[in-house]
């Protein structure tokens, strides 16, 4: 299965696409017969001996055992671990609402901010912006964000400032922004000097110097998205030319 | 559901940006988005993007009593619907506050108007009388579902024919449509909502609001024109002091902007008439935008610093001709691919409908199935017989059509050509009915 796999590597799979341990999966006589693991990641579910894909997308490989399926998906389906940006909705007792995009309101306690004690309350309005980690999400309960870290500290999370702008944009666009060497980031680093808070959700904060220089770049990351690399250089090569 | 709310970020940003003359999109304050007006296959169906806005308008007709107090005169009805497919703040079947606005505007912008001649839609005096109706549904909330859902009624009610009538003493004859042309409805002249919104308590102005700009207005100013230059109706709404030269002003705005839009819709009619004489596709499926994940332009999102000049005139999609069919898949430019967009079923296997039996229908009754179908290629053989292509369509497509395989083949033989890939396999396509 795993030649199967990486024959396929790149190409495009839909669901219902399956594979199967076939006779010519059988381990030649000459190896040391060491048994292989394959880890499976989004996309890929196993059932029985049989491996299926279950959303539509291009299948990925990373060394030594990993695969998974690369889609593009706007809604968001609260994950662990996951650093996600928040809209706070409503203050009740010693809870917040916060809107991360899921089905349902996560819950954010007061306590789990930096330095936030009993007698020293976060100062979080309703309507404000909060970077924080998913700490419970799964499809039985309701989803639990904190501000802080394993070690307490806050660690960039918190409430974000003001001046930028809130953009909307698809899950696959920020993984690529998230992404260890990302060229997408490369490109925007040329441009001008900005800030961007990246949620998982696929929520980008932006802020430039000017309100105008802000509202190009959220343009930009939205036009972004349906684009290759090739056609995003072109793009940002007509930006940089053109009078700013 | 309940809607994303909105930051105090975001609104933030917005009216700072409004202050610098800047919309989110990169329009000039004035401007409207991009209007595309298409009629679908029947008579009175009539569609409406603007921007992302996206709006349908149907009218039907029936003979009715007439009310008492006005027996020599016409009834027109107008219900316009807020879809959840617009936006998740819409519930079905509530009658949310926003759709009473919307309902009463439009009431007032096209029946006080006068702008359809009730009497000529008198049969009998007293007896029979046409009741029209325009039902508008919302497909997708952008903002300024108001000005979308005027052009719309106004589009559908120019675009309806209804059935001739004779009058033979007391005998009234009703003609089917194959029996005599049915005829327009009179109409006097189009009146058009303009929508300006203002802020910071009427200081700053701006035409067409999107949808985050609808979320942080302070109040909203309704216009209703035609291109006579003659108000129809005023409304305002948020509670805002306006003075007497910033409605002067907006009036004025309305009028060039109502011109422009009368002249595309008068285009887009002319466009689909001559569609139809011709005897070419017309209708809705032929002229929907191909949104594919893999698209190498988007419209809506323009850089700001590149020329963005969205005019309202100028842009009306006439009914394009059925693309080419490829054996190969397409690959426009190095690097992008397509899923599933191949026009023809390269499968080899020939789909029937479902719901054409009754022996070989003429192609007017077909007429009505095709409307839903996204390519449908007419062979030209005198069973005319449509085959259908299969696609698989992103979830952006408004339709979707369900492959269903049955173990052997249902009713009729297979058209000529056909080369069934699978033994005893016959497929049949269900078609989901808006």
Known sequence: MFSVLKERVGEILLPGDEFCCGPQDTLPLTDSGKAGRLVAGPGLRRSGDRLLVSRSGVLRHKE????????????????????????VTTKSGDVFKVDIGGSELASLSFLAFEGATKRNRPNVQVGDLLLAQLVVANKDMEPELVCIDGSGRANGMGVLGTGGLLIKVSLGLVRRLLAPRSDLRADLEQLFPCELTVGMNGRVWVRAGAVQQTLVLANLLQSCDAMTAAQRQQLFRRLQQGAF | MKDTPLSNCERDFILKAIEEKKRLDGRQTYDYRKIKITFGTDYGCCFVDLGQTRVMAQVSCELVVPKESRPNEGIMFFNLELSPMASPAFEQGRQSELSVKLNRQLERCLRNSKCIDTESLCVVSGEKVWQIRVDVRTLNN???????????????????????????????????????????????????????????????????PSEREERVMDGLLMIAMNKHREICSIQSSGGIMLLKEQVMRCSKIASVKVSE???????????????????????????????????????????????????????????????????????????????????????????????????????????????????????????????????????????????????ETTTKPKTTGSSSGQKGAGTSRKQKKK
């Open chain 2, 261 to 407: 839009i009368t002249e595309l819709i008068n285009k887009a009619l002319l466009n689909d008439k001559t569609a139809r004489k011709a005897g070419g596709r017309c209708g809705f499926a032929e002229s929907m935008p191909q949104e594919r994940i893999t698209a190498l332009k988007t419209d809506q999102t323009e850089v700001e610093m590149s020329d963005v000049s969205e005019t309202a005139s100028g842009i009306v999609r006439t009914a394009k001709s059925p693309p080419q069919t490829v054996p190969s898949p397409l690959v426009p430019v190095p690097g992008v691919g397509q899923v599933g967009e191949g026009l023809r079923n390269t499968w080899g296997l020939e789909e029937e409908e479902e719901e054409e039996d009754d022996g070989g229908e003429s192609s007017g009754g077909d007429s009505v199935e095709e409307v839903t179908k996204m390519h449908v290629e007419q062979h030209q053989q005198d069973k005319s017989r449509a085959v259908d292509v299969v696609e698989i369509l992103d979830s952006d497509e408004e339709e979707e059509e369900v492959v269903i395989l049955y173990p």
């Open chain 1, 64 to 87: 030594p055992n990993k695969f998974w399926i690369e889609s593009q998906q706007r809604r968001y389906v609260p994950a662990k671990g996951e650093t996600v940006i928040g809209i």
């Open chain 2, 142 to 208: 952008d903002g300024n579902l108001m000005d979308a859902a005027s052009v719309a009624a106004i589009g559908a009610l120019c675009h309806f024919r209804r059935p001739d009538v004779s009058i033979q003493g007391e005998e009234v004859t009703v003609y089917s449509p194959e029996e005599r042309d049915p005829i327009p409805l009179s109409i006097y002249h189009m009146p058009i909502s303009v929508s300006f919104a203002f802020f910071q308590q009427g200081t700053f102005l701006l035409v067409d």
